[in-house]
């Protein structure tokens, strides 16, 4: 602070090599305009600015959401994820179909019924043995 009470402003000037650097960081999808920054402590608007001016793909008319390589981009991710979620399943019910058919040749080879049946009694293994 001055003798006059008035704050001094802060004024930095950043080359054009640096703006270029920041969009294309932006552009490239490694980070978002908040991320930006809070990374090289810049105001958002300011990183915007640089975005309309120097962006080849974003120009002042338009407002900026998200660039399209980036959803394109996380469209693929969601789709590998779904094709891993779907072996996954696969590998389930294969091992659900194998299981099956071991209990059904538990149940004609050794006459053993493993599935239980809804009008079986409980057995009782968890009474208490009293003592004499």
């Not at 402003?9 to 980070?31: D, P």
């Not at 996954?88 to 149940?107: C, F, P, S, T, V």
């Amino acid at each position: 602070m001055l003798k006059t009470k008035k704050r001094v402003l802060r004024r930095r000037n950043f080359s054009e090599g640096f703006k270029l650097q920041i969009v294309y960081e932006y552009e490239s999808g490694q980070y978002s305009v908040s991320e930006l920054g809070r990374l090289y402590d810049l105001a958002v608007q300011l990183i915007y600015n640089w975005i309309y001016k120097y962006s080849k793909y974003n120009k002042k008319s338009i407002q900026v959401v998200e660039m399209k390589n980036s959803a394109q981009q996380k469209l693929k991710d969601l789709e590998q994820k779904v094709k891993g979620l779907e072996q996954a399943l696969g590998r389930k019910q294969m091992n659900i179909d194998y299981l099956e058919k071991m209990i059904d040749l538990a149940k004609d080879e050794f006459d053993i019924d493993i599935k239980k049946n809804s009008n079986t009694l409980p057995s009782g293994g968890s009474k208490t043995i009293g003592t004499k």
